[in-house]
Nanobody, 129 residues
Framework: QVQLVESGGGSVQTGGSLRLSCAAS????????MGWFRQSPGKEREFVAE????????YYADSVKGRFTVSRDNDKRMVSLQMGSLEPEDSAVYYC??????????????????????WGQGTQVTVST
């Protein structure tokens, strides 16, 4: 079955950096868009970033654009999120998600959580002042 396992979360001070990784298994990784969402207490899940199946196209929430970079290694079946210039508002549980499959009408998972069909268990990121 589909498994998405995040790692790399932790605590960091404002302005610091973290790199999240997600190991995927149970499906043909190279055929799917992948992404990241986050959720902080009392808030809805929020889109963070998406990368298409080939890695050539990336999309970001306005709140992280210029600070975060999503990448993937199809040979290693990994997707990563490099986070920089972190702010306390970035504190959340970060989820790795699987999006649309290649060769289907939908080309993006998008901002709505319903556009993503598989979720990891999440990894906590805490940014302190």
């Amino acid at each position: 079955q589909v498994q998405l396992v995040e790692s790399g979360g932790g605590s960091v001070q404002t302005g610091g950096s973290l790199r999240l990784s997600c190991a995927a298994s149970g499906f043909r990784f190279e055929n799917y868009n992948m992404g990241w969402f986050r959720q902080s207490p009392g808030k809805e899940r929020e889109f963070v970033a998406e990368i298409n199946w080939s890695g050539y196209s990336t999309y970001y929430a306005d709140s992280v654009k210029g600070r975060f970079t999503v990448s993937r290694d199809n040979d290693k079946r990994m997707v990563s999120l490099q986070m920089g210039s972190l702010e306390p508002e970035d504190s959340a549980v970060y989820y790795c998600v699987r999006g649309p499959r290649r060769f289907t009408p939908r080309t993006r998972g998008g901002f709505d959580p319903s556009g993503w069909d598989s979720w990891g268990q999440g990894t906590q990121v805490t940014v302190s002042t």
